[in-house]
């Protein structure tokens, strides 16, 4: 199983918002059975909270689904479990080194890393901005280029092929 986590700050706005737009790429590549997915936040404050009524509203209206998304604290066993560790911007990078255990070879990146075409490189935060289909349009960018990189690395084309062809 490939396993990919997406990280924010309070997992509610961006995070969350990630998570399921990658899962419904995922889901449309037919390759669900392969990859699975989840988001945390470096803080605590919304543990156990569903996403932010503007991510809500946003997937809403794009038909994207979130129902089982639950706002959890990023933990230090999550550079065992995942093999992507992927966050919305540098403070992140920088509040998750924190929290790594010292064995461990980071392989931390966030998002906007993923499309060189595109300037920023923090994904802006909504909690802040009030912009959520800004956020989303960034999202959406990042994305789709993290799945066509882990379709490459993982040696998945063939898969994706044959699904297309069903
Ligand atoms: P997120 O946005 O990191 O994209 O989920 C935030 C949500 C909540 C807070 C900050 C950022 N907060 O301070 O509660």
């Given at each position: 199983m490939i396993r990919v986590l997406f990280v924010c700050?309070?997992?509610?706005?961006r995070s969350p918002m990630a998570e399921a737009v990658f899962r419904e790429l995922v889901k449309n590549k037919g390759l669900a059975h392969l990859i699975e997915i989840d988001s945390a936040g470096?803080?605590?404050?919304?543990?156990?909270e569903a996403p932010h009524r503007g991510t809500q509203r946003l997937l809403r209206e794009k038909g994207i689904?979130?129902?089982?998304i639950k706002a959890r604290e990023f933990q230090e066993k999550d550079f065992s479990d995942f093999q992507y560790l992927v966050a919305m911007d540098q403070k992140n990078v920088q509040d998750m080194k924190r929290k790594s255990p010292k064995s461990t070879s980071l392989s931390i990146t966030r998002l906007?890393?993923?499309?060189?075409?595109?300037?920023?490189k923090d994904v802006p935060d909504p909690w802040y901005t009030g912009d959520f289909e800004e956020t989303y349009r960034l999202v959406k960018a990042g994305t789709e280029a993290l799945l066509d990189r882990i379709i490459k690395e993982n040696h998945l084309e063939e898969e994706v092929l044959a699904n297309e062809t069903d």
């Amino acid at each position: 199983m490939i396993r990919v986590l997406f990280v924010c700050l309070g997992n509610i706005c961006r995070s969350p918002m990630a998570e399921a737009v990658f899962r419904e790429l995922v889901k449309n590549k037919g390759l669900a059975h392969l990859i699975e997915i989840d988001s945390a936040g470096t803080g605590k404050w919304h543990i156990g909270e569903a996403p932010h009524r503007g991510t809500q509203r946003l997937l809403r209206e794009k038909g994207i689904d979130y129902s089982t998304i639950k706002a959890r604290e990023f933990q230090e066993k999550d550079f065992s479990d995942f093999q992507y560790l992927v966050a919305m911007d540098q403070k992140n990078v920088q509040d998750m080194k924190r929290k790594s255990p010292k064995s461990t070879s980071l392989s931390i990146t966030r998002l906007l890393d993923e499309c060189p075409h595109i300037q920023e490189k923090d994904v802006p935060d909504p909690w802040y901005t009030g912009d959520f289909e800004e956020t989303y349009r960034l999202v959406k960018a990042g994305t789709e280029a993290l799945l066509d990189r882990i379709i490459k690395e993982n040696h998945l084309e063939e898969e994706v092929l044959a699904n297309e062809t069903d």
